[in-house]
């Protein structure tokens, strides 16, 4: 079965933080993804990855970045964390578009 | 206009009863049509995936795309209390393309 972890399920900051969001995925899928959930707008794309040390911006990427050093792994990064980033972030990973294996969320709440 | 349009409910019926969920989308270029399911408080797991037109069936569920109206239904048939859940209905133009998801819908299985 694939596995997709993520390093949080539920993580609370504070204001103008730095914060790092992890994602693992053990099923050796070039690309990787990064949404967000909010109630009422379904699931957002942040940015995604189809190979190491690449990256796209998806459709909402201002206030983040991302990082893919190695293949298994594809971080987040909020640069100052403000409260419009209080969310649901899901990573997937997927050999075909189409067919995305997500992973169980991190409920991000900025204060 | 959205790309991918989804009535988000809730919807509730009774154990036993056939469900059926839609989505309309915009642009007739889009090729592969996926049913995703959320369950609380989980990330969102691919039920079935259909390339171009047709129907598609897997045990109770039943997924059906209209291109000519730009339609994609999904069929449960002898709903489940299990079946309780969040469905999401995506589209992408090909196996290379990132997904647009519809917003979900939310159904509810009475015992």
């Known amino acids: 079965d694939v596995k997709v972890t993520q390093s949080s399920r539920y993580l609370v900051k504070r204001t103008g933080e730095k914060v790092f969001l992890e994602c693992v995925q053990d099923?050796?899928?070039?690309?990787m993804f990064w949404y967000r959930q909010d109630p009422g707008l379904g699931l957002r794309l942040i940015y995604f990855?189809?190979?190491?040390?690449?990256?796209e911006k998806g459709d909402i990427p201002e206030g983040y970045s991302v990082s893919r050093e190695k293949k298994e792994r594809f971080s987040l990064i909020l640069e100052s964390a403000s409260t419009n980033q209080t969310s649901m972030y899901l990573c997937?990973?997927?050999?075909?578009?189409?067919?995305?294996?997500f992973g169980p969320g991190t409920r991000l709440t900025v204060t | 206009q959205k790309e991918v349009e989804q009535d988000p409910g809730p919807l509730s019926v009774p154990e036993g009863a056939i469900v059926s969920l839609n989505c309309t989308y915009s642009?007739?270029?889009?090729?592969?049509f996926m049913w995703y399911r959320q369950y609380s408080r989980k990330g969102p797991e691919l039920l079935m995936y259909?390339?171009?037109?047709g129907n598609k069936e897997d045990g109770r569920f039943t997924a059906q795309v209209d291109k000519s109206s730009k339609y994609i239904s999904l069929f449960i048939r002898d709903s489940q209390p299990s079946d309780s859940a969040t469905y999401l209905c995506?589209?992408?133009?090909?196996?290379?393309?990132?997904?647009?998801f519809g917003s979900g819908t939310r159904l509810s299985i009475r015992p």
């Open positions: 997937a990973s997927s050999s075909y578009s189409y067919e995305q294996y």
């Open positions: 259909t390339y171009s037109s």
């Open positions: 990855s189809y190979d190491v040390k690449m990256k």
């Open positions: 099923m050796d899928h070039e690309n």
């Open positions: 642009n007739s270029a889009f090729q592969y």
């Open positions: 995506a589209i992408t133009y090909s196996s290379a393309s990132k997904i647009i």
